[in-house]
């Protein structure tokens, strides 16, 4: 184990890593960057763990994971941050570590793109926004308090927030037996589903209202079981479960599909 210092970050090297130079000194008002490529193919795995601050994931079309985190102007009062990296042939692990005596956590951000069949095995922070696009693979997410958005993706789904509003906009919907599930305490659910789609809906809020742009078809009842609404789209398919104890739950069909 090693450590490097690039551009005011410092990066924990867990395993052995490419890295890209970056300068040595930055002014105190300046964003901190460190950025680094890794090879990962289709299908690989990636899991990030931060703290305070955002994380957004891009699909491309490369074999490769581009890493970049951004340290905010202006937040070093609670001690420089630690990038960790952990990877192997065909996963990534990237996590934020903090100075134990550290007053306050340095905000820190990450921008990633990866290859589009990406398995995101895990997105977690505590106070920040997450935000995937165009990822056709597995995305978990989760976060204590921000907004979780997720826009062109078509793999299985889980979003959980405690503070914070869900968006997801699906380009297709996987199979049946996928895992589909979006949960919040305080926020809104906003599912925007392709045309024509054939889904299970499972739909639960306590103190909101539900608004479906869908007809439900006849023969279905759409009735209410324990406070969950169940909702047959098409011939049914995927179990999409929907849950916020404070907001509303908004379905529509997703127009950006193509």
Same mark, same amino acid.
């Given at each position: 184990?090693?450590?490097?210092?690039?551009?005011?970050?410092?990066l924990?090297?867990?395993?052995?890593a490419?890295?890209?130079?970056?300068?040595? =000194?930055?002014?105190?008002?300046?964003?901190?960057?460190?950025?680094?490529?890794?090879p990962?193919?289709?299908?690989?795995?990636?899991q990030?763990?931060?703290? =305070?601050?955002?994380?957004?994931?891009?699909?491309?079309?490369?074999?490769?994971?581009?890493?970049?985190?951004?340290?905010?102007?202006?937040?070093?009062?609670?001690?420089?941050?630690?990038?960790?990296?952990?990877?192997?042939?065909?996963?990534?692990?990237?996590?934020?570590?903090?100075?134990?005596?550290?007053?306050?956590?340095?905000?820190?951000?990450?921008?990633?793109?990866?290859?589009?069949?990406? =398995?995101?095995?895990?997105?977690?922070?505590?106070?920040?926004?997450?935000?995937v696009?165009?990822?056709?693979?597995?995305?978990?997410?989760?976060?204590?308090?921000?907004?979780?958005?997720?826009?062109?993706?078509?793999?299985?789904?889980?979003?959980?927030?405690?503070?914070?509003?869900?968006?997801?906009?699906?380009?297709?919907?996987?199979?049946?037996?996928?895992?589909?599930?979006?949960?919040?305490?305080?926020?809104?659910?906003?599912?925007?589903l392709?045309?024509?789609?054939?889904?299970d809906?499972?739909?639960?809020?306590?103190?909101?209202?539900?608004?479906? =742009?869908?007809?439900?078809?006849?023969?279905?009842?759409?009735?209410?079981?324990?406070?969950?609404?169940?909702?047959?789209?098409?011939?049914?398919?995927?179990?999409?479960?929907?849950?916020?104890?404070?907001?509303?739950?908004?379905?529509?069909?997703?127009?950006?599909?193509?």
């Amino acid at each position: 184990m090693k450590k490097a210092a690039l551009g005011g970050l410092t990066l924990l090297l867990l395993s052995a890593a490419l890295l890209a130079p970056l300068p040595a =000194q930055t002014r105190a008002n300046e964003e901190r960057i460190w950025t680094a490529t890794y090879p990962l193919a289709a299908g690989g795995r990636v899991q990030v763990a931060n703290v =305070q601050g955002s994380i957004t994931v891009e699909g491309w079309d490369r074999a490769e994971i581009e890493v970049t985190a951004v340290q905010t102007p202006g937040t070093a009062e609670g001690g420089e941050p630690v990038v960790g990296v952990e990877r192997g042939s065909d996963w990534i692990s990237l996590r934020t570590l903090y100075p134990a005596d550290g007053a306050a956590p340095v905000q820190l951000d990450y921008y990633l793109r990866v290859p589009r069949q990406v =398995q995101l095995d895990e997105l977690l922070t505590v106070n920040g926004r997450v935000r995937v696009r165009d990822v056709e693979g597995r995305v978990a997410a989760r976060t204590l308090n921000g907004d979780i958005e997720q826009e062109r993706v078509s793999g299985s789904v889980v979003a959980r927030a405690l503070n914070g509003s869900i968006r997801l906009a699906l380009r297709a919907l996987p199979g049946r037996g996928a895992e589909m599930s979006l949960e919040t305490v305080n926020g809104d659910l906003l599912v925007l589903l392709p045309p024509r789609a054939d889904a299970d809906l499972e739909l639960s809020t306590v103190a909101g209202r539900v608004e479906n =742009q869908f007809v439900v078809p006849a023969g279905d009842s759409g009735a209410a079981d324990g406070g969950a609404r169940r909702v047959r789209l098409g011939r049914g398919g995927p179990t999409l479960k929907l849950r916020t104890v404070r907001g509303n739950i908004r379905l529509g069909q997703n127009q950006d599909v193509y």
